[in-house]
C-alpha cells in the first residue's frame, strides 16, 4: 500500500526546522523586513476592523428605526405633513403603525451645534420639561433638575428643565436630541396645528417592505417612502467607500513594501550565497532551495501578519483607532462618544491576506529562484 | 463599480495572475522550439533553469486562484445586502449577465490548474522532464482560460450597481424555473439521493480501486468518475442536502449554507468535494504519460497518491452529507 504523505512531510518539517535556524542566523536583517511588514499588516488591519466596526455599529442603531418613512415632498423639497394626510393612507395590510412623528433642528449660539428638537407624547415627556442627550449634556453642562433656556426662532425665550439626561448606551442616536412634549414644541417652533414632519410606519415583515413602500407612492403621488434598507444600504457603501479611499491611498505604501521585500530578497549578502553554494554543494537541488526559501516567505509572512493583526485589534478596540478616526468617522460638533463592538470577521482577514501576503510572495519569487539557479562552485570559489 | 476591498483584492489577484502568465508565454513558446534535454549548449541550461522559476510562479498562480474563488463566493454573500432582492450570493451573481459566468469560469480555471500542477509534477520527478514540451504548449492553452476569467470577473464587477433588483435564490432554485440550476433542484428527492449516492459511491470506488491496482484504464475512468460525482454532489446538494440543512422544503440554494446562520456548514462540504474532484481530475491528466519511459516508475505512485486524496475527499464528503440529513429535523421522504 502506498503511503500517502508521511515523507513528504517529514521532508516539509526538515526544511521548516533548517530556515528557522538561517533566519535566526540573520536576525537583523530579517528583523527589519519583518518590522515593515508587520507595520503594513497593522495599518491595514486597523484600518478593515474600524470600518467593520463602524458598519456593524450602523446595523445595530438602524435595527430599532421604522422600516418605512415617508415624507411629503412640494417642488422636490421635504415638506410638512399636512392634518388629514395620514388617513388618506388608509389601511395597508401589513402595516402594524403608523404615527406622524414631530422633530426639527435648533441652532444653539452658545456651542456652535444643531440640536435635534423631538416630541414626545406627554405620558413620556411632562410639559416644560425635556430630556436630553449625554454629548449635549457635557457640552453645556446639564445635569437632571437644572434649568436651561432657550431663544426659539421667533426670538421668544422659552425656560425647560432637564427632567433626565439620556443612557450614555443610546448615545451613538441620541447625542443631540432633545425631547421636549408636543404641546411645548409646537409652542417653541410656531409649528402649525395638526401638521406633523413626517410620517413612520412599522412594518412586521421585512419581505413586505416594498410592496407596502410602492402602495404608498400610489397612493400618495406626491409623498417619498424612505425605507431602513435603504438606508442601511447606503451606510455600507459609504463606509465600503471610505474603506476603497483609504485603502487606494494605502496602495502606495503596498508598492514600497513589496519593492521593499523584493530588494531584500534579492540583496543576498556573500554569506547567504556561501550557503546555498554549500547546499548545492552537498547534494540539495534547485527545487529544495526554493522550497526553503518559500518556507522562509511563508514563516516571516505568518509572523508579521499576527504582529500586525494583533497590534491592530488592540489599536481598534482599545484605543478607538486614533489614526484612522478622522477619515472614516465623519464629522460634527456634537460627536458622540461610543466605544465599538469588537467584531472580526473572516472576510476580512482573507481580503488582508490578499493585501499583504500575496503582493509579498509574487515579489520575492524571482530573488528567491535567482538565488536558488546559483551554480556552487561560483560562490564558492 | 462598488470601490469594496475584496472587489479590489479579487481584481488584483485575477490582475497578477494573468500578467505572471503572460510573461510566461514567450518562454513557453522558447521552451517548445528550444528544448533539447541531450544538449548541453548554454541556452538549453539557461532553459532548464528557468523551469524552475515557472513552475513555481504557476504553483503561485494556481494557489491563488483557490483562494480567490473561495473568496470570490464569499465576498458575493456579504455583498447581497446591497441589492435589492438579493439575500445571498446568488442574488449578488445574478445582477448582471457576468456573475455565474464568472464563477463557473474560476471553477474551471481551478480544475484545469490542478490537472496541470499534476502533470508539472511527475515532469519534474523524472530526470530527464519528458513532458516538458507539452507542459508549456499546455501552459498556452490555459492562457486564453485565464485571461476570459479575469475579463468575466472584470465584466461582472464593473457592472455591479448597487440599485439593481435582483432575484433571490428562491426563485433561481425553484422547481418550476427553467434553468439548468432549476432543474436540478427540481428533481425529486429520492432519484436525486440514488443519483447523489451511486455516483459518488462509483467515484470513490474507482479511486479506490486505482489507489490500490493503478492501471491506465482505472486512471481515466476515475476521471470521469470524478467530473461525474461532482456533477451528482451539486445535484445532490441543490436538490436535497441543501433541504435538509435548511429544515425547509423548498429552500434549494448552494450558497447560503456557506452563511454564518447556517455554521458555514457549505464549507464542510465544499472543500472535501472540491479537493476530491481535483485529485481525480489529476489522476486521469497524468494517464496519457504513463507509457513514457522515465515516467513509467514514477507514475503509477504519484496518481495512485491522487486517487487516495480523491477517495478520502469523496469519503469525507459523503460522510459529512450523511450527518447533515441525519442530524437534520426535516421529514422529506415518508417511510
Excluded at chain 1, 434598507?229 to 447606503?234: A, F, G, I, K, S
Excluded at chain 2, 504548449?137 to 485571461?147: E, H, K, N, Q
Aim: some cysteine; glycine content about 8%.
Amino acid at each position: 500500500m502506498p503511503n500517502l504523505a508521511s515523507p513528504w512531510l517529514e521532508k516539509q518539517r526538515h526544511l521548516i526546522d533548517f530556515t528557522l535556524a538561517s533566519l535566526g542566523r540573520r536576525k537583523t536583517k530579517n528583523l527589519g523586513l519583518l518590522v515593515a511588514y508587520a507595520l503594513l499588516v497593522f495599518v491595514l488591519a486597523s484600518l478593515a476592523l474600524f470600518t467593520n466596526a463602524l458598519r456593524t455599529e450602523a446595523t445595530f442603531v438602524l435595527a430599532g428605526s421604522p422600516e418605512v418613512i415617508l415624507q411629503r415632498m412640494v417642488a422636490g423639497r421635504h415638506d410638512l405633513i399636512p392634518p388629514g394626510y395620514l388617513d388618506k393612507i388608509g389601511r395597508i395590510r401589513g402595516v402594524q403603525k403608523k404615527e406622524g412623528r414631530l422633530w426639527g433642528y435648533y441652532y444653539d449660539p452658545v456651542v456652535n451645534a444643531n440640536y435635534t428638537f423631538m416630541a414626545r407624547p406627554a405620558e413620556e415627556v411632562a410639559s416644560g420639561t425635556i430630556m436630553v442627550g449625554a454629548t449635549l449634556a457635557r457640552a453645556r453642562g446639564l445635569a437632571a433638575g437644572n434649568v436651561i433656556s432657550f431663544r426659539s426662532y421667533s426670538g421668544k425665550l422659552f425656560a425647560f428643565k432637564v427632567a433626565s439626561v439620556l443612557s450614555p448606551d443610546s448615545e451613538l442616536l441620541s447625542a443631540d436630541l432633545v425631547l421636549v412634549s408636543e404641546a411645548d414644541f409646537r409652542a417653541f417652533f410656531e409649528y402649525p396645528a395638526g401638521h406633523y414632519t413626517d410620517i413612520a410606519l412599522s412594518v412586521a415583515n421585512p419581505l413586505e417592505v416594498r410592496n407596502i413602500a410602492a402602495k404608498l407612492a400610489e397612493a400618495l403621488p406626491d409623498s417619498r417612502p424612505i425605507l431602513r434598507e435603504e438606508v442601511l444600504r447606503t451606510y455600507q457603501s459609504v463606509f465600503d467607500w471610505r474603506e476603497g479611499i483609504v485603502l487606494t491611498v494605502l496602495s502606495g505604501a503596498i508598492l514600497a513594501f513589496v519593492i521593499l521585500a523584493w530588494e531584500k530578497a534579492s540583496g543576498l549578502s556573500a554569506e547567504e550565497k556561501r550557503e546555498i553554494g554549500i547546499l548545492k554543494a552537498i547534494g540539495w537541488e534547485t527545487g529544495d532551495v526554493i522550497r526553503m526559501k518559500l518556507w522562509e516567505g511563508l514563516l516571516i509572512s505568518l509572523t508579521a501578519f499576527l504582529l500586525g493583526f494583533v497590534g491592530a485589534y488592540i489599536h481598534v478596540f482599545h484605543f478607538g483607532a486614533p489614526i484612522f478616526e478622522p477619515v472614516l468617522k465623519g464629522w460634527a460638533v456634537l460627536y458622540p462618544r461610543f466605544t465599538l463592538v469588537p467584531a472580526v470577521d473572516g472576510l476580512q482577514i482573507a481580503t488582508l491576506f490578499f493585501f499583504t501576503v500575496f503582493p509579498y510572495t509574487a515579489a520575492v519569487l524571482v530573488p528567491i529562484w535567482r538565488a536558488a539557479i546559483t551554480d556552487p562552485d561560483a560562490v564558492m570559489r | 463599480m462598488l470601490f469594496q476591498p475584496a472587489i479590489i483584492a479579487l481584481l488584483m489577484a485575477a490582475g497578477v495572475a494573468v500578467l505572471m502568465l503572460t510573461a510566461a508565454a514567450p518562454f513557453a513558446v522558447q521552451v517548445i522550439l528550444r528544448w533539447d534535454i541531450r544538449s548541453g549548449s548554454e541556452q538549453q541550461l539557461a532553459l532548464e533553469r528557468r523551469t524552475y522559476l515557472f513552475s513555481t510562479l504557476l504553483s503561485f498562480v494556481f494557489v491563488i486562484q483557490l483562494a480567490a474563488l473561495l473568496l470570490f463566493v464569499f465576498n458575493a454573500d456579504r455583498l447581497s445586502g446591497m441589492f435589492v432582492g438579493a439575500m445571498c450570493a446568488v442574488g449578488t451573481l445574478n445582477v448582471n449577465d457576468y456573475g455565474f459566468p464568472s464563477l463557473i469560469s474560476q471553477m474551471g480555471v481551478f480544475f484545469l490548474a490542478a490537472m496541470w500542477l499534476a502533470i508539472n509534477h511527475v515532469d519534474t520527478r523524472a530526470p530527464d522532464y519528458p513532458l516538458v514540451r507539452i507542459k508549456y504548449g499546455l501552459l498556452l492553452l490555459l492562457l486564453p482560460v485565464l485571461v476570459l476569467s479575469f475579463w468575466l470577473e472584470l465584466q461582472y464587477f464593473l457592472g455591479l450597481k448597487a440599485n439593481v433588483i435582483t432575484s433571490c435564490c428562491g426563485s433561481l432554485f425553484s422547481g418550476d424555473a427553467k434553468t439548468i440550476a432549476g432543474e436540478a433542484s427540481g428533481m425529486e428527492a429520492q432519484p436525486a439521493i440514488f443519483l447523489f449516492y451511486s455516483g459518488l459511491t462509483a467515484a470513490t470506488g474507482l479511486a479506490l480501486w486505482h489507489w490500490r491496482r493503478g492501471s491506465r484504464r482505472s486512471g481515466y475512468l476515475l476521471a470521469a468518475a470524478s467530473a461525474a460525482g461532482f456533477v451528482a454532489a451539486i445535484i445532490g446538494v441543490l436538490s436535497f442536502i441543501s433541504l435538509y440543512i435548511y429544515e425547509h422544503p423548498h429552500h434549494h440554494c448552494p450558497f447560503c449554507i456557506l452563511k454564518p446562520e447556517y455554521d458555514y456548514q457549505g464549507y464542510w462540504l465544499y472543500l472535501p468535494l472540491f479537493t476530491a474532484t481535483a485529485a481525480g481530475l489529476g489522476a486521469g491528466a497524468l494517464q496519457p504519460f504513463a507509457r513514457v519511459r522515465s515516467l513509467a516508475s514514477v507514475i503509477p505512485g504519484v496518481s495512485a497518491r491522487l486517487a487516495g486524496i480523491s477517495a478520502l475527499g469523496y469519503s469525507l464528503f459523503i460522510a459529512i452529507a450523511t450527518y447533515f440529513v441525519l442530524a437534520s429535523k426535516l421529514i422529506l421522504i415518508e417511510h
